[in-house]
Every structure is written in structure tokens, then in C-alpha cells.
């Protein structure tokens, strides 16, 4: 088993490991040549599975794909939650403004209908953990509660049901060691304004009835949502907005300029002064944002329905998330129709940012599985109804971005919200949309706009250092 991360270390979660393959990728990439080569040795190559989630059954019908030359104002790649907010913010605050939003198969096929259907407050580098500027970690805590609040109104005003829960959410921990620093943590933060509470282990269990943790922070601004619902519930909103929507329409290429050429299948081309990259983790296929992120595969199962005498004995009471501290993070959650999701483990990184699911799921899932069994002893002989994997865009520094890139400043991107995302994409649809539309001023104290991620090198020396990252934490148990 992973070892917990205590708290006072600066690099908490799984996306921690990014970190270590920093030390010897970035190092061994003094070798130079070899690596600013790398993009021409071995170009990337597109991939777009369908998505075989149990989310992916409520993902609304496809729209029609395109099939003629079109302008837009705004053109935006990508139809998850990012990519749908962002189109949807931007016709809120520019009625007039023409936008064109292309999905390569259709919304919410990557992480936006994959995920674990945690709907976080803060973001993964900052969550439940101090920064060096508490004021701004106060802001960023009460704006992505109070977006739990905006999706809740916005879906009800698209009569969509997206299951979204606003109960809560916990972090749990397994050494009683960490209890000091757990309790004098949730301490400070509740003097600073935060509103944690410290559950010990059996309250903890009362609530959600995993065992074998020593307990737990709570964070009542968090809560779950259906993620394919969910999706819908933007899809609904960014098309009664007036956007446009084609899917089943990939982006080959992005001939850039003053006016951006997309081009797609069978030669047609979407033409845009400005262009949004809502690709996430598929980002590097359109030759942007390579060296910002790797992809990373993650894995989630879920239950059939359980019998309710049986989800009793397990002693999962309340409609309340979790997720552990541990670098390869785990984390649970249980529907309304009585199913409980696990998911989280051991991740993967395929070569040069690679798509193609890893050929190890079997033993993942396997894996998955045991550690639902140790934590809901009751269900050990329970099977998984289905499990899938997907892609997460992991930063070195645990943080996401927003800005603009290219040569005239007009290529505008968000990336790296690694766990965050289900809430976190739509916070920052709306911060692009204010960007674009003149007003991005108001956002200058978010600490996360116009940067980039610190460099991740190229291959072979990135996949040697996440492989080797991923293989020394694994052998000292974190």
C-alpha cells in the first residue's frame, strides 16, 4: 500500500509524481539535441477511443458534424466541461458574438464523462493544504464553493438532473501518526475562515463506512455530480445560448494567424480571429501545450445497484465523496440508485504522450478492486459492473493554467485540472470568456492566469522519468 503523504509537505498528491520525473527528465535533458528533436523523431499521432464509461450512457445524442466552410468569431476545440462553459460564458457576456464549438466524437467523451465524479472545491495543488498566500487561497476556496451553486442553478434552468450533491466532501487518511498535524491543520484553516471540520476514524465510518482510516478533513463546499448528466446540462445551456455545436468533427490541424484556418475532415476548414483549446490531455496532437502537461491514465469502476440491506452492512450512510492524501491517490463515491464508484490507484503514461489505453487495465481494475474490498470488508465478494480508464493532464507543479499563447496572442487554452475538473473547467470557461471578451482585469489576482506549467522534457526523456518516478515511488510505498 502507498504511504500517506503527511501534511506538511509541499507535494501531496499523486500529481506529485510529476515532480520526481522532473528531477532526472529535466536533468538528463541537458543532453539537448536529442531533446528538442524529439516532437520531429516521433511525431504524435490523434487517437480518440469512445467513451466506454458508466457515466457515457446519459452523454446527450451527438449533434451533426460539419459539412461546409464556416466563420466564427470564436472557435473552440474541445466539448467538455471546459470547452462547453467557455462557449456557454462567452455568449452570455457577447450575445452577438458567433461561436463555433468542434468535438472530435462527442461532448463529454474524455475526462468531462471518465472522471470520478468528485466535485472538489480549491484546485490539486492547494486543496486542503496551505499555500504561501492564504488570503488568495481563501478567494479561490469561496469562488469554486459558491460554482457548485452555478451549476445547480444552471442545470435546473435545463430541466437536467445531473445528480449534483452539495453534502460535502472528505479527505481521509490511514496513519494515526498524521492525526497532530491533521487536527492543528483544520485549526488553523477554521481561524483563517475556512470551513474544514476534523472527523475522527469513526465518524468518519459512520458516514461513508470505509475502514482502516485514522480519519479525516471534511469540506462541507464540496459534494458528486453524474458527470455525463452534467455534460448535458452544459451542452443544454452553451446551445440555448445560441452556440454553435458540431461533433464528430475533429481538428486536423490549426493553420494559425491574425485569422486562425481549422482544418477538418475532407478539406473543410473553420476560419476565427480567436481560438479556444479546451483539448485538456489531447492537447499535444494539435502541437500545443507539449510541454505543459503529460497524460496520464487513470481507472474508475463502478457497482450495480446494492441491495440496500447490503449497502447498510457496508455503512455508506450519506451521499458524501472521498478521496485519500496518498501520492496515487484513491477515491469513492455513491450514486442515488445505491451504486459505489472506486476509483484511482497506480496510473500509467503511455511514450510520447500516447492514447492508446495501457495493456495492463486487467491487473489496474484487479488492483481497483482489492482496495474496495479492504475498505468495504462487507463487499469483498462484490464485482465491479463495469471499469474504464482515461486521461488526466498532470503538471510538474500540481497546478493548472489559463492564458494565451501564439503569435498574436489570440490562441487561448486551459489545462492541467488534474481531479479539480469537474468543477475547476467551469470557474475557468467563465475566466476565458471575461479574457476574450476585454475583461480579464477582474481576474488578476488568480495566481493561475497567464502562466504556464513548468517545462516537462521531451522523450525518451519524459517517459524514462515518469516510468522512473512512477517505479521508485512504488517501491518505497508512496
Not at 107 to 125: E, F, I, W
Request: a neutral charge.
Amino acid at each position: 500500500m502507498s504511504a500517506e503523504t503527511p501534511l506538511t509537505q509541499p507535494t501531496p498528491t499523486r500529481r506529485g509524481l510529476l515532480v520526481t520525473a522532473a528531477v532526472g527528465g529535466v536533468a538528463v535533458a541537458g543532453a539537448g539535441a536529442l531533446n528538442l528533436a524529439a516532437p520531429a523523431n516521433w511525431p504524435e499521432t490523434p487517437r480518440f477511443d469512445r467513451n466506454p464509461s458508466y457515466w457515457s450512457a446519459a452523454l446527450p445524442p451527438p449533434l451533426p458534424p460539419l459539412t461546409r466552410d464556416i466563420d466564427a468569431d470564436v472557435a473552440i476545440i474541445g466539448g467538455g466541461f471546459f470547452g462547453l462553459s467557455a462557449a456557454y460564458y462567452l455568449r452570455r457576456r457577447l450575445p452577438g458574438l458567433r461561436v463555433v464549438l468542434l468535438e472530435a466524437l462527442r461532448c463529454g467523451n474524455g475526462a468531462s464523462g471518465r472522471n470520478g465524479a468528485m466535485v472538489l472545491t480549491s484546485t490539486d495543488d492547494r486543496y486542503l493544504r496551505p499555500s504561501s498566500d492564504p488570503a488568495t487561497d481563501l478567494r479561490l476556496y469561496h469562488l469554486t464553493a459558491d460554482n457548485l451553486g452555478e451549476m445547480a442553478g444552471l442545470a435546473q434552468a435545463m430541466g437536467v438532473d445531473c445528480e449534483l450533491e452539495r453534502r460535502g466532501a472528505l479527505q481521509v487518511f490511514s496513519d494515526p501518526a498524521d492525526i497532530p498535524e491533521r487536527k492543528a491543520y483544520v485549526a488553523r484553516a477554521r481561524d483563517q475562515g475556512f470551513p474544514f471540520e476534523y472527523w475522527d476514524a469513526e465518524r468518519a465510518a459512520a458516514s461513508v463506512g470505509a475502514q482502516g482510516y485514522a480519519g479525516a478533513v471534511f469540506d462541507p463546499g464540496g459534494g458528486q455530480a453524474h458527470p455525463g448528466k452534467l455534460v448535458a446540462a452544459w451542452k443544454a445551456a452553451a446551445l440555448a445560448a445560441g452556440v454553435q455545436i458540431h461533433e464528430t468533427s475533429p481538428v486536423l490541424h490549426v493553420e494559425e494567424g491574425v485569422i486562425h484556418n481549422l482544418h477538418l475532415p475532407e478539406g473543410m476548414r473553420v476560419r476565427a480571429p480567436r481560438l479556444v483549446l479546451a483539448t485538456n490531455a489531447y492537447s499535444s496532437k494539435l502541437g500545443y501545450l507539449r510541454a505543459a502537461v503529460a497524460p496520464i491514465f487513470d481507472n474508475v469502476c463502478i457497482t450495480a445497484p446494492l441491495d440496500p440491506a447490503l449497502l447498510a452492512q457496508a455503512g455508506w450512510r450519506d451521499l458524501i465523496p472521498f478521496n485519500d492524501s496518498r501520492t496515487e491517490v484513491f477515491y469513492a463515491g455513491r450514486t442515488r440508485d445505491h451504486r459505489i464508484h472506486f476509483g484511482g490507484g497506480p496510473v500509467d503514461y503511455r511514450f510520447n504522450n500516447g492514447l492508446s489505453e495501457p495493456t495492463a487495465m486487467a491487473a489496474r481494475y484487479a488492483g481497483v478492486h482489492r482496495e474496495f474490498a479492504r475498505r468495504f470488508p462487507a463487499l469483498a465478494d462484490t464485482p465491479f459492473e463495469t471499469c474504464w480508464s482515461g486521461l488526466v493532464d498532470m503538471s510538474l507543479d500540481s497546478s493548472p493554467a489559463l492564458g494565451a499563447l501564439g503569435r498574436h496572442g489570440n490562441i487561448f487554452y486551459g489545462i492541467g485540472f488534474s481531479g479539480h475538473g469537474v468543477n475547476l473547467t467551469s470557474v475557468f470557461g467563465r475566466v476565458i470568456a471575461d479574457v476574450i471578451a476585454g475583461d480579464g482585469a477582474r481576474w488578476s489576482w488568480l495566481p493561475f492566469l497567464n502562466r504556464l506549467p513548468p517545462y516537462v522534457p521531451n522523450e525518451p526523456f519524459r517517459w524514462l522519468g515518469i516510468e522512473a518516478a512512477l517505479t521508485y515511488l512504488r517501491a518505497v510505498g508512496d
